[in-house]
């Protein structure tokens, strides 16, 4: 089932009362989730609260489950691992983004390097990725979710396997992407700092149910607040 | 080293030459075989014998392998049949291939395919089965037709094991080979071997061993190389 269109003008994506089942064990409840363009919703929840299958049916993996949901265009998902093609060099994954698509090859080319561009590897276009660094690797994995130009950007603890520096310079990309593309993010993770840093809005599932929803209204954009991270994390050597 | 030590028990009687000729002698009678063709002649036939039996066997392997490997249902339905043929010893079956195909070259090559299909077949199940369910799953975000998953995932993740298995089928090539040749031909290198038994030429005998022994390893240093391209990622 899907949402009539009308309702879907600002609409990256959206869940209304979904349920899911795995055999006999109730994974979601009642789950109504809600990422409008240009937001960014963060969505926390211990181990095994249904985080992840939120996320994975809202990416339409998961279709077995009642309830509605509406997409607008093809979700992009990037992982807590990037999952890249290791036999395949760079350019070539983050092509591998824009298979729906169906642009020629050199078009699908050049919009990788420019993805590539924008997330500071052009240079690393033509290796391997096994030599990459983690946060390299996860850049790719960046880049290839959003060289399609999605209007929803799906993360799944995508900076959790990352050290704390490289963490922290994957939040500011993340919200300098943000920012320029305007996609609206639903992003799963267990880290609170994670979700206020970044988030509009957070939602706290407990047992496949959503049983709290906070608005940060101080939100990344508290200027004093990122001048002094910034000035901190640039002695640590961190860019943001 | 060992040559030398050969070469000097030959020289000084200590070795009967009716049992073990000098390696010079042995390298005496192989130019001999080039001279006159004989060689040139035996290798081609040979070496058609085992590449028609390897595309034939390896096709087998890889196509079962593979269906095997993607689907439940194949593995339900091919698997125990596969194992239990598996279990026979194919060389054991010359006998009744000789009755079935005669003892032209068609039974030397279904004999060759029948060997060579089982290690591949294993290695190319195995090696699909373990391709990584996350890749396919994110292939299934990408939008990956099943044609693109083959060859963006399956191809390039089961290629290393694969290619063990050719490794494996080409030394059971070769053994079939010389058993096959052996038993009836009237041509290849097995023929030659046999011949020279039939006239007491044991510097022949040897050298046919030799050339046996270096297409052996000649084959496996090309798969080798195919297998460090495979893998060139890694590096």
């Known amino acids: 089932m899907t949402i009539s269109a009308e309702r879907q003008t600002a609409i990256a994506g959206e869940l209304r009362h ?7 064990h109730r994974v979601l409840t009642n789950v109504s989730v809600r990422v409008d363009r240009g937001e960014i919703v963060a969505l926390i929840g211990r181990s095994g609260s249904g985080k992840s299958t939120v996320l994975r049916v809202l990416a339409g993996l998961s279709p077995d489950h009642t309830g509605e949901r509406a997409v607008s265009g093809a979700p992009a998902l990037a992982f807590q691992e990037p999952r890249l093609f290791p036999w395949r060099d760079v350019r070539t994954n983050v092509v591998y983004g824009l298979t729906r698509s169906r642009l020629p090859r050199s078009e699908a080319q050049t919009r990788a390097d420019r993805a590539l561009a924008d997330v500071g590897l052009a240079d690393r276009a033509e290796v391997w990725p096994l030599t990459l660094s983690g946060g390299q690797a996860q850049r790719v994995s960046l880049a290839r979710a959003l060289v399609a130009e999605p209007e929803l950007l799906l993360l799944d603890e995508p900076f959790g396997a990352l050290d704390a520096l490289t963490r922290l310079s994957m939040r500011g990309l993340l919200l300098d992407l943000w920012r320029e593309h305007g996609f609206g993010v639903l992003l799963v993770t267990h880290d609170v700092d994670e979700a206020v840093a970044l ?20 939100p990344r954009r508290s200027p004093n607040a990122e001048r002094y991270r910034a000035e901190l994390l640039d002695k640590l050597g961190v860019r943001i | 080293m060992l040559l030398g030590v050969w070469q000097l028990g030959s020289a000084l009687g200590l070795l009967p030459q009716d049992v073990l000729p000098a390696p010079s002698l042995i390298v005496e009678a192989g130019i001999d075989l080039v001279e006159n063709g004989q060689l040139a002649d035996a290798l081609r036939v040979s070496g058609i014998r085992v590449v028609e039996g390897l595309l034939l066997g390896g096709f087998f392997g890889v196509v079962l392998g593979t269906a095997v490997g993607l689907s439940r249902w194949f593995e339900a339905t091919v698997d125990p049949p596969m194992q239990m043929i598996r279990a026979l010893p194919h060389l054991g079956l010359i006998p009744l291939f000789i009755l079935w195909f005669g003892i032209g070259e068609l039974p030397k090559v279904l004999l060759v395919a029948l060997g060579v299909s089982f290690p591949l077949y294993l290695n190319t199940f195995s090696a699909v089965r373990q391709v990584d369910p ?77 050339v046996y022994a270096l297409l052996g390893i000649g084959t496996d240093a090309i798969v080798r190389a195919l297998e460090r391209r495979a893998l060139r990622y890694r590096s």
């Not at chain 1, 988030?199 to 709290?212: F, P, S």
């Not at chain 2, 996350?134 to 089961?158: C, D, H, M, Y």
């Open chain 1, 18 to 24: 979904v349920d899911k089942w795995y055999g006999d």
């Open chain 1, 199 to 218: 988030a509009d809005r957070v939602l706290v599932l407990e047992a496949g149910r959503v049983v709290h929803t906070r608005t940060i209204d101080e």
């Open chain 2, 134 to 210: 996350k890749l396919f799953e994110t292939a299934q975000v990408l939008g990956f037709s099943f044609w693109q998953r083959f060859r963006t995932i399956i191809l390039p993740s089961a290629a290393p094991q694969v290619l063990v298995g050719v490794r494996q089928s080409l030394a059971i090539a070769w053994l079939t080979l010389i058993v096959a040749e052996q038993i009836n031909a009237d041509k290849g290198i097995g023929f030659l071997i046999n011949n020279a038994r039939d006239f007491l030429r044991i510097d022949i005998i040897i050298f046919g061993l030799i």
